[in-house]
């Protein structure tokens, strides 16, 4: 699967960065850092900046503070391109790389409750972690096809994980000895750590995607070049450079900045309602305060 007939921005050597929010709660101090320095960089090289919805969630996804991510960009002084990509516009695009991971045989259906998945954790205290809590143990992985195909064809709940070991099966045939990497302005380039990652999940039955998938089809659709996100973020980039090699889609620049903390050393975070940008401006700070306060570097 290749997005270049796909890309929104195409030019040569333009920069692209992107702020991608999940309209789940209120933007805050740590989010405006984001926004404001993607939207530096991209008009620092006179590239573009791009504005989009994560909203796959449908569960804990609001039109409400959907509103309020555009009227905090918007009080902040921020432009971005339009129109604004909303993933739930897209599931087509999720589907198509489901499709292509598929028919490589790298997916395969895992009937683990949420249940099942904590029991297996609290077993194993020492259990490695990834980007998603514990690496999942791989139940599922060594089902039978005619196993898997009855507790379909019975109703069972299921979603996609991807098959870690067949991958880098994939990726050992078809890369050379290079080892697998990323760039990030803060740290440098990191090697992919290969095997911390687990089988993700990459659907689920009541979503059809996952954010992994979801954010590395929206970046190489939409030509993004810079991807500007919290250090939280930083293992879940290797499970992502593991799909862009699989989908052979091209390599973005990274940028993993400290997250912002409270004057107790807190992280900010959406439930922290007095940092929220929405309850600063109500009490009287302009966005010029906000400007001071981050400090672009």
């Not at 259990?127 to 060594?142: E, I, K, L, M």
């Not at 929206?218 to 090699?245: M, P, S, Y």
Request: glycine share 6%; aromatic share 6%.
């Amino acid at each position: 699967m290749s997005p270049t007939t796909n890309l929104q921005h195409d030019q040569a050597g333009a920069i692209v960065t992107r702020f991608a929010p999940s309209p789940t709660g209120l933007l805050h101090i740590g989010h405006a850092y984001s926004a404001m320095f993607a939207a530096a960089a991209a008009q620092k090289a006179e590239g573009c900046f791009l504005l989009r919805i994560e909203d796959i969630d449908t569960g804990r996804c609001r039109p409400a503070f959907e509103t309020a991510i555009f009227e905090d960009l918007e009080w902040l002084g921020l432009r971005w391109e339009t129109p604004v990509r909303r993933q739930s516009d897209h599931i087509s695009d999720y589907a198509a790389a489901l499709e292509n991971l598929q028919r490589a045989d790298l997916l395969y259906p895992c009937f683990c409750t949420r249940k099942d998945l904590r029991r297996e954790a609290d077993a194993s205290v020492s259990a490695p972690h990834g980007p998603d809590g514990s690496v999942y143990p791989g139940t599922c992985r060594n089902l039978t096809a005619p196993a898997r195909e009855a507790r379909i064809a019975g109703g069972a709940s299921y979603a996609l994980r991807l098959d870690m070991k067949k991958s880098l099966r994939r990726l050992d045939r078809d890369q050379s000895k290079e080892p697998l990497t990323f760039f990030d302005q803060v740290r440098g380039r990191i090697t992919v750590d290969l095997h911390g990652c687990g089988d993700v999940v990459l659907a689920r039955k009541d979503i059809d995607t996952s954010y992994h998938l979801a954010v590395v089809v929206d970046d190489a659709f939409q030509g993004v070049t810079l991807v500007t996100r919290g250090e939280d973020l930083l293992h879940a980039t290797h499970v992502h450079r593991v799909l862009q090699k699989l989908l052979n889609f091209p390599e973005p620049t990274y940028h993993h900045h400290p997250l912002l903390r409270d004057s107790s050393g807190e992280r900010f975070a959406k439930r922290t309602s007095g940092a929220t940008l929405a309850s600063l401006r109500k009490g009287g700070a302009a966005a010029s305060d906000i400007h001071a306060m981050i400090r672009l570097p």
